[in-house]
C-alpha cells in the first residue's frame, strides 16, 4: 500500500517531468565533471610514480656500479697499500719512542741518585 508520501512524490514527477529531467541531467554533469577531474588526477600521480620509480632505478644501479668499481679500482688499492704502509711506520714510530723512552728513564734514574751511579762506575 502506498503511504500518502508516495502518493505526494508520484503526483510532483507526474506534473513535471522536465523539471526531473534536467535536475537529473544537471546531477549527470557534475558527476561527469567529477570523473574528468579523478582522471586527470589519477593520471599524474601515474607520471609521478613512473618518474620516481626511474629514479630509484637509475639511483641503485649507481650505488652498484659505486661499491662494484670502488672496492676494486687501482686508486683503491693505491689507497689500501699507503694505509699498510702507514700503519708499519706508526709501528716503527711507537717502538722507537718505547726505546727512547726507556733511554731517557736511565739517565733520569742516574741524575736522581748521583752517589749509586759513581758506586757503579767504582769511582768511589
Given at each position: 500500500m502506498l503511504t500518502n508520501e508516495d502518493i505526494k512524490r508520484i503526483k510532483k514527477i507526474e506534473e513535471?517531468?522536465?523539471?526531473?529531467?534536467?535536475?537529473l541531467e544537471g546531477k549527470c554533469r557534475e558527476a561527469g565533471r567529477a570523473m574528468i577531474e579523478l582522471n586527470l588526477k589519477w593520471e599524474s600521480t601515474l607520471a609521478e610514480n613512473k618518474k620516481l620509480k626511474k629514479r630509484a632505478e637509475e639511483a641503485e644501479g649507481e650505488v652498484?656500479?659505486?661499491?662494484?668499481i670502488g672496492q676494486n679500482s687501482p686508486e683503491m688499492k693505491a689507497l689500501q697499500a699507503e694505509v699498510e704502509n702507514l700503519k708499519a711506520d706508526l709501528a716503527r714510530s711507537k717502538e722507537e719512542h718505547q726505546y727512547d723512552n726507556m733511554v731517557h728513564q736511565k739517565e733520569l734514574e742516574s741524575l736522581k741518585n748521583p752517589a749509586i751511579n759513581l758506586r757503579n762506575k767504582g769511582l768511589i
Amino acid at each position: 500500500m502506498l503511504t500518502n508520501e508516495d502518493i505526494k512524490r508520484i503526483k510532483k514527477i507526474e506534473e513535471d517531468p522536465t523539471k526531473r529531467i534536467e535536475e537529473l541531467e544537471g546531477k549527470c554533469r557534475e558527476a561527469g565533471r567529477a570523473m574528468i577531474e579523478l582522471n586527470l588526477k589519477w593520471e599524474s600521480t601515474l607520471a609521478e610514480n613512473k618518474k620516481l620509480k626511474k629514479r630509484a632505478e637509475e639511483a641503485e644501479g649507481e650505488v652498484t656500479i659505486v661499491k662494484g668499481i670502488g672496492q676494486n679500482s687501482p686508486e683503491m688499492k693505491a689507497l689500501q697499500a699507503e694505509v699498510e704502509n702507514l700503519k708499519a711506520d706508526l709501528a716503527r714510530s711507537k717502538e722507537e719512542h718505547q726505546y727512547d723512552n726507556m733511554v731517557h728513564q736511565k739517565e733520569l734514574e742516574s741524575l736522581k741518585n748521583p752517589a749509586i751511579n759513581l758506586r757503579n762506575k767504582g769511582l768511589i
